[in-house]
């Protein structure tokens, strides 16, 4: 029975982190969404000065700090009152956080469809099956040698995390102005895609079936 059910836990427990994480970006609960966006920012600001060494061993330490606290003063309020609520981790000791097998297939077969999915791609682009993509390419690659430029990888994360928790909250309020916006560069964009589709010789335009 246990074996049975447990593809449905695995599936389920993908599912619940899933809409935690929605849950989160969406600030749905503030008061869980401002505490993962600060630490969350507080870890990548203090790895861009200091190493990831130090960064893990102080989060551990600190860690450590607050269980090590927290068990020592229960141990505490239990011998003054002499009751025997036992310890108090007690809840999450007991519970099962082990990988099953069936979750470990599932991310070794969505791994495996991703991988695919960018060598089909990668190929595709790098050997110019279509032009215009592969100028695209081109185009995205040039602008990030000037973001790379100005930036290291480390800032790139801070930005993306303050992107990922304050985007969907500018959108949600702001979503008929951001729409028509986005719907404008669309069309400009495809404009300047066909002009280009047209000057470019019959053996590298695209199709319409394409």
Same mark, same amino acid.
């Given at each position: 029975?246990?074996?049975?059910?447990?593809? !449905?836990?695995?599936?389920?427990?993908?599912?619940?982190?899933?809409?935690?994480?929605?849950?989160?970006?969406?600030?749905?609960?503030?008061?869980?969404?401002? #505490? #993962?966006?600060?630490?969350?920012?507080?870890?990548?600001? #203090?790895?861009?000065?200091?190493?990831?060494?130090?960064?893990?061993?102080?989060?551990?330490?600190?860690?450590?700090?607050?269980?090590?606290?927290?068990?020592? @003063?229960?141990?505490?309020?239990?011998?003054?009152?002499?009751? !025997?609520?036992?310890?108090?981790?007690?809840?999450?000791?007991?519970?099962?956080?082990?990988?099953?097998?069936?979750?470990?297939?599932?991310?070794?077969?969505?791994?495996?469809?991703?991988?695919?999915?960018?060598? $089909?791609?990668?190929?595709?682009?790098?050997?110019?099956?279509?032009? $215009?993509?592969?100028?695209?390419?081109?185009?995205?690659?040039?602008?990030?040698? @000037?973001?790379?430029?100005?930036?290291?990888?480390?800032?790139?994360?801070?930005?993306?995390?303050?992107?990922?928790?304050?985007?969907?909250?500018? @959108?949600?309020?702001?979503?008929?102005?951001?729409?028509?916006?986005?719907?404008?560069?669309?069309?400009?964009?495809?404009?300047?895609?066909?002009?280009?589709?047209?000057?470019?010789?019959? #053996?590298?335009?695209?199709?319409?079936?394409?």
């Amino acid at each position: 029975m246990e074996e049975a059910s447990s593809p !449905n836990h695995s599936s389920s427990s993908l599912k619940e982190l899933s809409q935690a994480a929605m849950q989160l970006i969406h600030w749905r609960e503030p008061k869980k969404s401002a #505490a #993962a966006f600060s630490v969350s920012l507080v870890v990548l600001v #203090a790895m861009a000065t200091l190493s990831v060494i130090s960064v893990v061993s102080y989060l551990l330490l600190a860690c450590l700090c607050v269980t090590i606290t927290f068990r020592v @003063y229960k141990s505490v309020i239990q011998a003054v009152q002499k009751s !025997n609520e036992g310890h108090p981790f007690r809840s999450q000791l007991d519970r099962d956080i082990s990988v099953s097998s069936e979750s470990t297939r599932q991310l070794a077969e969505q791994c495996r469809t991703q991988l695919n999915w960018f060598s $089909v791609q990668t190929r595709r682009l790098l050997l110019v099956e279509d032009l $215009v993509d592969s100028l695209k390419l081109a185009a995205v690659m040039w602008l990030m040698t @000037y973001v790379g430029a100005m930036f290291n990888g480390v800032t790139i994360l801070i930005l993306a995390d303050v992107l990922f928790f304050t985007a969907p909250l500018i @959108y949600q309020k702001k979503k008929s102005q951001i729409d028509r916006h986005v719907e404008l560069l669309q069309s400009n964009l495809e404009k300047v895609l066909q002009r280009l589709q047209e000057k470019l010789p019959g #053996a590298v335009r695209r199709t319409k079936a394409d």
